[in-house]
């Protein structure tokens, strides 16, 4: 590129993170290790999930199966078309995931089971305490080794709440300073300059001036508790670090959603600019998964595929939401036909569902964004409301079955 993306100074400050986490290679072992289903079990039923965890291990032997509808249906899959990949969002913590679960295994005995999606994705906060205290690490046990999920997504907001001496560490290590404010009990965030309101930056999207190395620490020290190895990225600074951060660790990746959605073809292009100008050595990028805006036309999104292959960046799964939480789009929101269109053009598409289109208590932005107190009174209704957009996303999913698309879900759904 005429004028590189990260200067000197930024590169020096972004490795100098890495290394205080232990370097690439000591990240990447440290991820592998706690992603071992029995390094989990042991860790959780020391800090009191276990009897969650053996729960969940049950549940999971009732869900209803691909194959059982397959059979009765007499489906077949037609050749050359695209590979649809199933997605939903809202797995907000260890209660909600666990409640969840129970209602999919209830609903196998229905005239349509829920069948658990290829991936999963949280929007919520990674505190301290949500990282450290076993809730994430309960989720994500439950989420990738007992419903085997492919994916699970968590997301690193800037504006969250951490120990001051975090923020020092991190100058201490970069060199460089943040404007923070006071929080309780001996916390700080991210001085948020642009944010007018809680939601005008989604809580804390703004990624100004050097924040983006918080975004990196955040994401770092989860996956090296958790083996939380997948996030979202929200913002064009922290995807250029991000990439450049993770071009060496082969077990971390990112997914490009929320703001940065890409609605036309031009900002596909800075996308794969910036994939391409810190590829891996395997021609893999650090981002394995980008939202396409839901303005584009079924044939940008297809153009957007052909791109992506002609660019020689590979292994990057292309999403769209299919439905979308109400207070986010426009009422009866449903993508569905255009990403029929989609996969019968031979394109591969993930269907995200943030709803299952109907207006719900909980089914909202604002759930996202629940203070663990409100999370503890809710939980049984977020669960509720991420059951059913499972159950809408297979209703969708079987239907584009039926018409010879061939879907991917989870694991433990064959």
Known sequence: MEFKLLSDSDKKAIDALKESHGGAEGISKTIEEMRKFETRKKILAEKGFGEMIEEAEELVKK??????????????HKDGMGLVTTQVSGFQGAKVTHHCMKRIAES?????????????ISIMALTDDYVYNGALLATLTMAEDIMKVNKFCNANLIGTPLPIKRFQDIEKVTGKKFETIPADNDMAQVKLINQGTFFGNF?????????HLIYLDGITRCAKTTGGNFYLNPSWSSIVAACYYAR?????DFKVSMLLSTQNLIQFRMLLNIMKEYIKDDMTSAIYEINIGNACSPETFIQCGKELEESGVKGVSQAAHIRINPDLGIANFHWFDNAVKVAESGCNITIKYESDGESREMDTMEAYFLSKEELEANFEAIGDV????????????RE???????????????
């Open 203 to 211: 809580g804390g999207i703004e990624v100004a001036n050097d924040n």
């Open 248 to 252: 060496d660790i082969p077990n971390l």
């Open 400 to 414: 584009m079955m039926k018409r010879g698309l061939k879907v991917k879900f989870g694991g433990s759904a064959y």
């Open 386 to 397: 991420i059951y059913c957009k499972t159950l809408g996303c297979t209703k969708d999913a």
């Open 63 to 76: 869900f209803g199966k691909v194959g059982d509808f397959e059979k009765s249906n007499g489906i077949s």
């Open 108 to 120: 196998a005995s229905s005239d349509i089971p829920a069948l658990v999606p290829s991936e999963m």
